[in-house]
């Protein structure tokens, strides 16, 4: 059996930390955070992630099932009006867009990685005959199933979906706002490819830094908790993985705090 944890000390400390951390004792938060860990192992709050965007611990591989399932439980009721509307993200129609420019499509099968509330799966009705999504949030996944946009939804991490799914595959996979949620890009783009026919199209957006920030690490933890991939260890993984690049281009994935957040819409096509 799991054990229980004890809501109150998790929460008296995770609040503990986070005031620490926005007063700038980082030593101190670090501490706290670590306590919360000690109370929730599978890190709800995402306290590893936290911990590495302020620059200790290691780097996780990937942020917390447990964490990014709440979150996005948490947020599902303003997902859309939070993340379009003040947040300004548009990276579902800028897919939309560089696939007609690129005369890519029609399609018959599409999988939505993370597909949320279903804004890729809007964008791109019109294009696909039969499109499945997947996401960890059960909540956002109700939403989608509202909007009548997929044939099939599934609640699931999207890297074990693709280890374990014996579907007929797909000629198109979208994975918009998921890197930014993991770190280690090897287990996605391997089950992209176990998933893709011979030829088809992988897409995805991706958060960036200044190389002086990144220093030469292929993927780090922002300001913002979320994980930032330098573009050539993005490539590098692709042709590894056995895809043919595209197109990559500079978007800005969405604004922070006023400021744009730099990222790539990246194109590849599955060659085995």
């Known amino acids: 059996m799991a054990k229980k944890?004890?809501?109150?000390?998790?929460?008296?400390?995770?609040?503990?930390?986070?005031?620490?951390?926005?007063?700038?004792?980082?030593?101190?938060?670090?501490?706290?955070?670590e306590e919360v860990l000690a109370i929730d192992p599978d890190d709800h709050g995402g306290a590893a992630v936290r911990i590495a965007a302020m620059g200790r611990g290691e780097t996780p591989?990937?942020?917390?099932?447990?964490?990014?399932?709440?979150?996005?439980?948490?947020?599902?009721?303003?997902?859309?009006d939070v993340l379009v509307e003040q947040l300004s993200y548009?990276?579902?129609?800028?897919?939309?867009?560089?696939?007609?420019?690129?005369k890519l499509g029609p399609f018959k099968r599409l999988l939505d990685l993370g597909c949320g509330t279903g804004l890729t799966g809007g964008a791109l009705r019109d294009l696909c005959e039969d499109m499945t999504g997947i996401d960890i949030s059960e909540k956002m996944v109700e939403i989608a199933h509202e909007k009548d946009l997929y044939a099939t939804l599934f609640v699931a991490e999207v890297e074990d979906f693709l280890d374990d799914n014996d579907e007929e595959a797909f000629d198109i996979i979208t994975a918009t706002d998921v890197l930014p949620y993991l770190g280690a890009l090897e287990p996605l783009f391997f089950g992209a490819a176990e998933n893709l026919t011979p030829g088809g199209l992988f897409i995805f957006s991706s958060e960036t830094l200044p190389d002086?920030?990144?220093?030469?690490?292929?993927?780090?933890?922002?300001p913002h908790q979320r994980f930032a991939h330098a573009d050539a260890y993005v490539k590098e993984r692709l042709t590894a993985t056995g895809f043919d690049l595209v197109e990559i281009s500079d978007i800005n994935v969405r604004m922070e705090d006023?400021?744009?957040?730099p990222g790539h819409l990246v194109i590849a096509r599955y060659i085995g």
């Open 61 to 80: 591989a990937k942020a917390p099932d447990a964490y990014v399932e709440t979150l996005f439980d948490q947020h599902a009721e303003v997902f859309e």
């Open 5 to 33: 944890i004890d809501e109150e000390a998790l929460a008296e400390a995770y609040n503990r930390a986070l005031a620490l951390e926005k007063s700038g004792d980082v030593d101190a938060a670090v501490a706290a955070y």
């Open 90 to 102: 548009h990276v579902p129609m800028l897919v939309r867009q560089r696939l007609q420019a690129l």
């Open 212 to 222: 002086e920030l990144l220093a030469g690490r292929a993927y780090m933890v922002g």
């Open 258 to 261: 006023g400021q744009p957040t």
